[in-house]
């Protein structure tokens, strides 16, 4: 076997970087990339431009105008072939994607662009499950190939419809588009008709974990058919059954949601929470409930971040808002006192993610062994800062921090763009760089928690790195996730940004992806962005039922319309129209609306503002 001398081979890469200088004579563009490299690339005859483009929206090419944009300060995006030149390798660019028309400007940032994008993902997912008819979801699948086709797999998993039903919802919220809130309210009636168990011995609500409706029959999986959680009953599962209902009652109010959420509730309180030591445990067994159960495997007996820390983005800081109940608060508030106490380790950058029901660290369980899913550390960050508006706390506020200004180094590709997947906690004797525990392809979900989590920091502290952080999250999402020809997102893209379409991966619909981390990706950056970075006010629809919002005396039919848990004092409600007139019974500092008594649905719009210095 021979093997190549250093330097003695040529490949193709992806450059994201700024630029530092421009010679238009010989066609050099030196760029400087987020760790401070520096990358040189000649400009070919046989290369093209073109702007950042949202999803629906026509490729625009910048060629002809190279020597106007190639101004210092202005990011973009350069792919190329590396030659083998004098012991080093020079770069040959073939195409280029700016970010915007001038030094400094995000075409992302533009008002309307997450509110366009979310909505071309409702009618991909609707067109895809439902067609252009009407919204039945006996038609559902979970499995989606790469154009929204459907596959031969006629299990509907509870949590997938749940994910769909968030995402209709929440396009629905910042669009006010009526076909979106129906495919959530049905989507989340034929879950309480389908999935649903009512315990009344116990006095708790259970989720399956989907139906079998081939041929025209419908048998009930009541426990997970996945292979982690196979023949067992995950935490994770009965809390992201939540996570479309809980997002449709913020909308209309619906009380029967309301019960089926208690229920639920009362079942993580029941066999899931540990009483004894703090935390959820991550599964319990079928029969008996148990979470100590010898039939549960390497799952007896322990806890993890789903189990832990997934209540919070997935239902319960929307329920939070949506209620304004003081339970909500506590539990959130136990839950993130538990992940500030247990889940940092001195001896990585990353946090520690599974553990034993004493909360000693177990770092042998299944795939994960000792390794780091790059997101949830973000993900951690992100919602330690939404905690800051519920509870703050300064352990939340130096842990969240302390990620963010950690993870750029370890978890991010500071050439490129973009952020991984999975690596090594700690580092080998010998060892500089984390190892990839699988490959270092990129994950939309994983994204979403990078530009949230900077968002939030930037929004919070005003610092400049976070900012940054966040727009070239953003950018890289924005450039190589966006399905231009298909529709959609991609599940993952190579290192470089393009699309990895094999196995699970090439598919739109899955046990893993539906529409909720796009669709919250859209939504909640929309929120900070507009409301906490750029100065934008917005404006969220909701549709309130007779008798919704029912609440104690002098609380009732109290609407409550902040978008997320936002620092107190920043956003105010300018105005309300109720059915299209204005409406005056508003609260602008709490952001609530007192609604008016009605026999029918209302329309509600509330037109949020950050409030000025």
């Not at 703090?278 to 148990?290: E, T």
């Amino acid at each position: 076997m021979t093997t190549s001398r250093a330097h003695d081979f040529t490949f193709s890469d992806t450059v994201a970087g700024y630029v530092t200088g421009f010679d238009p004579e010989r066609r050099l563009v030196d760029l400087r990339t987020s760790d401070g490299g520096a990358v040189r690339a000649t400009l070919t005859d046989a290369m093209s431009a073109e702007f950042l483009r949202n999803l629906g929206d026509p490729y625009v090419d910048a060629s002809g105008h190279l020597d106007d944009l190639l101004t210092p300060g202005t990011q973009l995006f350069a792919y190329g072939i590396f030659y083998p030149e004098t012991g080093a390798h020079v770069m040959e660019a073939k195409r280029l994607v700016f970010l915007g028309r001038r030094a400094g400007e995000c075409n992302f940032e533009e008002p309307t662009w997450w509110v366009r994008q979310l909505d071309a993902l409702a009618r991909f997912y609707r067109r895809a499950q439902f067609g252009e008819g009407e919204i039945d979801y006996r038609d559902y699948r979970t499995m989606l190939r790469l154009g929204g086709d459907k596959t031969d797999t006629h299990v509907q998993e509870t949590d997938t419809i749940s994910r769909l039903v968030y995402g209709m919802a929440t396009a629905f919220m910042l669009t006010g588009e009526q076909d979106h809130l129906d495919a959530a309210e049905r989507g989340t009636e034929y879950l309480r008709d389908h999935m649903r168990f009512v315990d009344r011995d116990a006095d708790v609500v259970y989720w399956y974990h989907g139906i079998d409706v081939r041929g025209g029959a419908e048998r009930k999986l009541f426990t997970s058919e996945f292979g982690d959680d196979y023949h067992a009953i995950p935490m994770y599962e009965q809390i992201y059954a939540l996570v479309g209902p809980t997002q449709t009652y913020r909308i209309t109010g619906d009380p029967r949601i309301s019960s089926d959420i208690d229920g639920t509730l009362r079942l993580f309180e029941k066999f899931f929470r540990d009483h004894e030591r703090g935390g959820y445990f991550s599964h319990v067994d079928p029969i008996l409930l148990s979470p100590h159960h010898e039939s549960l495997g390497p799952n007896r007996s322990r806890k993890n971040w789903n189990s832990v820390g997934d209540h919070a983005p997935a239902y319960l800081i929307n329920l939070l808002l949506a209620t304004g109940d003081p339970r909500h608060a506590a539990m959130l508030e136990e839950t993130f006192d538990s992940i500030v106490e247990h889940f940092p380790d001195e001896g990585s950058p990353f946090v520690q993610e599974r553990f034993h029901a004493d909360w000693s660290p177990d770092r042998t369980w299944n795939w994960q062994q000792d390794g780091a899913v790059v997101g949830h550390n973000l993900k951690i960050a992100w919602n330690l800062m939404r905690m800051m508006a519920i509870t703050p706390k300064e352990d939340y506020r130096a842990l969240a921090e302390r990620i963010g200004r950690t993870m750029p180094d370890v978890g991010s590709d500071r050439r490129r763009g973009g952020w991984y997947d999975v690596v090594s906690r700690t580092l080998a004797e010998g060892e500089e760089h984390h190892r990839f525990v699988w490959h270092d392809r990129k994950a939309w979900w994983q994204q979403e928690q990078s530009i949230l989590a900077y968002l939030i920091l930037a929004g919070h502290t005003g610092d400049a790195d976070f900012h940054r952080h966040a727009r070239e999250a953003a950018a890289f999402y924005n450039a190589f996730f966006l399905d231009h020809d298909e529709g959609g997102v991609y599940f993952n893209v190579l290192a470089a940004g393009f699309p990895y379409l094999l196995g699970n991966e090439r598919l739109k619909g899955s046990h893993s992806m539906s529409m909720y981390h796009a669709s919250e990706l859209c939504f909640l950056s929309s929120v900070y962005t507009k409301l906490l970075i750029t100065g934008d006010p917005m404006t969220l629809w909701f549709r309130p039922r007779p008798g919704s919002f029912a609440g104690r005396p002098g609380e009732d039919r109290i609407l409550r319309v902040s978008p997320d848990a936002l620092p107190p004092g920043r956003v105010r409600l300018d105005w309300v129209e109720v059915d299209g007139r204005p409406y005056g019974a508003f609260d602008p500092q709490a952001m609530t609306v007192k609604l008016p008594e009605s026999d029918g649905d209302l329309t509600v719009a509330a037109h949020l503002a950050p409030v000025s210095d």
